[in-house]
Each structure stands twice: as structure tokens, then as C-alpha cells.
């Protein structure tokens, strides 16, 4: 017997075979286009839940280690589900290149101006010098407008490297970040960290940073917009604890964080990029642009996105809105406290309607569509074709599961399932409850 089949009683692997037996990839010709989420789908609550929860009795917080994501040290089952689904990431900011400061450090302003607290004073000084050329003025994202012109102030350091401290005071070429992604890269991290996932980030405000971002306004009770607004940076950033954490980290890559593999039947990864990129929540094309000379090998360190800590808070209903590809997670007093970006079912194959049930959960599940042979069986993996947790429903053949193309979540169709990030439905298979609702919309 293979390896991968010892992971699950025999009688349980039937189940999820079964179970799984609706789900492939297909793509999707048509992108979605970012919409609000109504008042009525965000204000929903389970009745039944909010009545019969128990009020446990207050304690005080765990304390977590500092430079540390990820830390799960509650007795719960939320906690010690995460604790097996998700890694910790110890991290360091010493000696970050200058554009992870710059990201780290960035503020919105109401003027729609970009904010540096911490440019060094040559930057500065070429900055505002440079800028009166305004043939190089770089243009800007509407809502992202920049005071900074970078273009004009590389150009300044190429004609002046004596100007320059050091390498790391200007953005390289290779890993120059216009001023407008500072502040998306800024807040997608802050979108992710108040449990409103924007899939993969990439320092690009697309449909998926802007549905979340919708959903926290909606939330909020804030006006709903595309672009960001005082109103909106000022809950976003209210969170103090929240809003003192880096964007951007420096990680020591291990052996464990590069198990690559080109065998043909073989679910691991196909490169360290993808690897390093499923773990840190980021593109893979933004992986490479943040570390332009250093190999991805073991011993290195590295520039990341810090993924800090997922939602802890066990969640009681979930909502697929398949128009929107939104899943809303709900705790069992009817409070929002999640959202993910989602890949559904198409018209050929679509994905159930009305109320299921949670019926079973697997980490690293096996995967397979011809039970009458075992030679198709395919391994666990993040390439799995459920990727690396699967929630099972009450309707047979149909669950909430992984993705081995995190960035193409919301940009193609499922056999019917509801299909996440990897790292989304490993957040969620930690903390849905056994028999929580699930609402198809």
C-alpha cells in the first residue's frame, strides 16, 4: 500500500474519494468585475446558532512571541486545528532592503498623497529635486496619487551613485516599486490581517483587494468605494497592534521550505517560486521581483510577505455568493469575521444551491475520479487538485477545498465546489465548526 493511502482509515478515504469525485479544474472565460456585497448578505445571522451558543468565560490572551506568524498556543480546537494546518514563520526585520521599508512604513494621507515617515535624507532631497522635471512625473492609480517621483529619483541615483549610501538606499532597478503599489501592498497586508482575505498578493488593486475591501466597508458601516478614502484608512489602520506589523519580512529559507518535485503523478510544488510563494501568501512573479540576485535555496534569506495570523474565531455558517465569488464566514453570534475570494461552479457545472451541512474535514487529502482503479489515485499535495485541505458538504460529491493555482481563484470555474487559496482553506478547515451551515447564494 502506497504511503499516501495510510494517511486515512480505509473506510474514511472511501468517503472522501467519493466526496471528491465532482471536482476538477476548468477555466473561466469571463472575469468577474468587483461588486458590493449587499447589506442584507453581510447583516445575515444564524438564528438558531446565536441562541443556543455558550458564552465561554473571559480570559486573558495568550502572550505571542514577537517575529513569529502564525502562532497558535490556545487549547481550543480552532487553535490546535491551526496549529496543524499552518506553519509558524520565524522572521527578522534587521537589515531590510530599502523598498521593504518603504512599504513597512508607508501611510495614506487625506490630501490622497503617499506618505514616507522614514526616507533618507539623500532620497529626499533628489526626490523633490527630480520632481520639478516633469517629463518624468510618474502617473497614478485614481485614489493612490504619489508626491514621490520615483522614476525621476532612480534616474538621480544612476547619474549620482556617490549620493548613495549603500546598494539597498535606492530601489534597484530589478526591484523598483512604483509609490502607488506601496500603499496597495500596504493595504492588502491590512485587508488580509482583519480576516478579509485578497487571495495572492501582488501589489496590484485588483478585483479580489477590492471586493475585500468593499466587504470591510460594508462591515463597517463606511461609504463603499473602489479607491481608498480617509474613512476607509482610518478603520483599517485603527487597530494598533495590527497596524505596527511589517508588510514585509526577512525569512531564512530551510530544506523543509523547498520540496520540489518533477515526477508526472507526484502533488508537491514544481519550483522553489511556487513553494516560497504559497507559504509567504504571495505571486510568484512578486517572489521573484522582491529578491531579483538571491537563489532560492536553502540557508538563504529572503524578502517576504508577512502573513501574520488568520481569523481564530471559530465560524458557525459560511455564505457562497457564487455571483460575487465571495465565501462569508460567520461566527455563532452572527458576527462577520472572514471573507475569502472564490473560484464556482460554471453553467455546465454548477455549484449547489440553498442550505448544506459541514458533514467531514481532511488535511492533505488524497484525490481520485476512477474508484474502479487505485493506480489513479493522486497523492496529497498543494497540487493536488482540491489542494491541501478539503471541507466535505452534506450534498454528495461537493465540498470547500484548495487550489493548486492560488492566483487564479475568482478567475476561473470549479466542477462545482467552492475552491480557495490553499492558505484560505487551511485557515478554514481550522476554524469551521463541525455541522456549521453553508448557504449557497
Known sequence: MSSYHKILPCFTSLLLAISLSACQQSPNQAMDVPTVATASTIASTSTAASTTASVAASSPAPTLKANVSQQFIGASLVQQRLKQALPEIAYTTDNLPMVAQQVNQVSWSPTGAIELKAMPASAVVASQAASTASASATQSTPGFQSTIDYAALKQSANDNPSSVADKDTLPSKQVFIK????????????????GHSVGALTGIMNKNTIKAMQIFQ?????????????????ALTSNETLNKQPIFINYQLTRDDLVIT??????????????????????????????????????NVITVYNP??????????????????????????????????????????????GSLKVKNRVLNPTYNTDF??????????????????????????????????????????????????NW??????????????????
Open 218 to 234: 460594508q462591515k463597517h458601516n463606511l461609504p463603499v468605494t473602489t479607491t481608498m478614502d480617509e474613512a476607509t484608512w482610518s
Open 372 to 421: 474502479s482503479s487505485k493506480e489513479k489515485w493522486l497523492p496529497p499535495g498543494p497540487n493536488n487538485p482540491v489542494g491541501r485541505a478539503w471541507i466535505g458538504l452534506s450534498k454528495r460529491g461537493y465540498g470547500i477545498h484548495g487550489s493548486p493555482e492560488p492566483e487564479l481563484i475568482s478567475a476561473q470555474k470549479s466542477h462545482g465546489c467552492v475552491r480557495l487559496t
Open 424 to 441: 484560505d482553506a487551511l485557515s478554514l478547515y481550522g476554524t469551521i465548526a463541525d455541522g456549521a451551515d453553508v448557504v449557497f447564494e
Open 262 to 299: 518533477k515526477a508526472p503523478k507526484d502533488m508537491q510544488y514544481k519550483s522553489a517560486r511556487e513553494a516560497v510563494a504559497e507559504k509567504f501568501h504571495m505571486s510568484q512573479k512578486l517572489v521573484s521581483r522582491l529578491n531579483p540576485t538571491t537563489p532560492l535555496k536553502a540557508g
Open 308 to 353: 501574520y495570523q488568520p481569523n481564530m474565531t471559530e465560524v458557525t455558517k459560511v455564505v457562497s455568493d457564487k455571483k460575487k465569488n465571495i465565501l462569508y464566514a460567520y461566527s455563532a453570534n452572527g458576527e462577520l469575521v472572514a471573507s475569502y475570494p472564490t473560484t464556482v461552479g460554471s453553467n455546465y457545472t454548477p455549484s449547489p444551491s
Open 179 to 194: 509609490p502607488d503599489e506601496l500603499l496597495v501592498f500596504k493595504t492588502q497586508a491590512l485587508l488580509n490581517w482583519h
